[in-house]
């Protein structure tokens, strides 16, 4: 995976400062998310990937976003309650962050240009488009929000049996 990628600084919701270097060899699956999208009850079915496959290697990263119809209002500390409570989410959440625009992330800036949405667009279009992260090539393959997380299941597999 290019060095560029897996030094990106990031904070948990918690404050810890991470960067997908931290997950060496680990297959991750990094989304940004809302708690108050139609799509918000996919973090069960994200906790159930993290749950079935993090034995085997895969990590999932919530990255909450407020740009889609401010779906995501809350502090750190409202989303950890809201996403536990909720869902039971235990897989690592980090601070809120942009996705689109000048203050892109800049993990985002690097996931859209590795996969760019439909027609090459470098935009996300809405809260929990996910991209799944090959540790080996450093390859990036993008799903949009309505596919379920279950539906990704055969890649994370095929990436876990390399």
């Known amino acids: 995976m290019a060095a560029t990628m897996l030094n990106i600084p990031c904070v948990t919701l918690g ?7 931290d997950f060496p060899g680990k297959v991750l699956l990094v989304v940004n998310t809302a708690s108050q999208c139609g799509f918000t009850p996919q973090y069960k079915g994200l906790e159930q990937l993290w749950q079935a496959y993090r034995d085997r290697g895969l990590v999932v990263l919530g990255f909450p976003c407020n740009q889609f119809g401010k779906q995501e209002p809350g502090d750190a500390r409202e989303i950890a309650q809201f996403c536990e409570r909720n869902f039971g989410v235990s897989f690592p959440l980090f601070r809120k962050v942009e996705v689109n625009g000048p203050g892109a992330h800049p993990l985002f800036v690097e996931l859209k ?5 439909i027609l090459g667009s470098q935009k996300i279009k809405w809260n929990f488009t996910k991209f799944l992260v090959d ?7 993008r799903y949009a929000p309505t596919t379920k997380p279950q539906a990704l299941e055969a890649d994370i597999e095929r990436l876990l049996s390399r």
């Open 15 to 21: 404050g810890e400062h991470k960067t997908l270097g």
């Open 113 to 117: 240009q590795r996969a760019p949405g």
């Open 135 to 141: 540790p080996a090539s450093g390859q990036v393959k």
